[in-house]
């Protein structure tokens, strides 16, 4: 495969460091979810990133399907805590669709398309439970 980008991430001192890119003049302040502070937590910026790849992926797969209509795309990142140090993640991805003549049917059939054209949705398949819905307004 050809690359068609790449960026570097450091991180200081972890969820309750500094977060920069290589590429780029963003840092996030980082801290623990629940902790009332001021910044950003890994669970969040995985939402925005899964979210915005998800909803291109969907862009995607309409054009190849001959059609459009308006999307906006929500995604909710669980971290969830089993016994002792047992972290997992779980995603629930909902698409919500606007401007269209598509059935509830036809809209979900595509969102589940974009979930086997998305990088992040390939990224975690078999590793993070993954929830997809969507709804016509």
Known sequence: MKTLYSTQATVT???????????????????????????????????????????????????????????????????????????????KIHVIAKSTDLSADEVQKLVEQAHEVCPYSKATKGNIDVEVTSEVQ
């Open 13 to 91: 001192n972890g969820r309750m460091g500094t977060a920069s890119l290589s590429d780029s003049d963003l840092t996030i302040n980082m801290v623990p979810p629940g902790t009332g502070k001021e910044g950003n937590n890994p669970e969040q910026l995985l939402a925005m990133g899964y979210a915005a790849c998800f909803d291109s992926a969907l862009g995607v797969v309409k054009k190849m399907q001959e059609t459009s209509f308006d999307s906006t795309t929500q995604t909710t990142v669980d971290l969830l805590q089993g016994d002792g140090h047992d972290y997992r993640l779980a995603v």
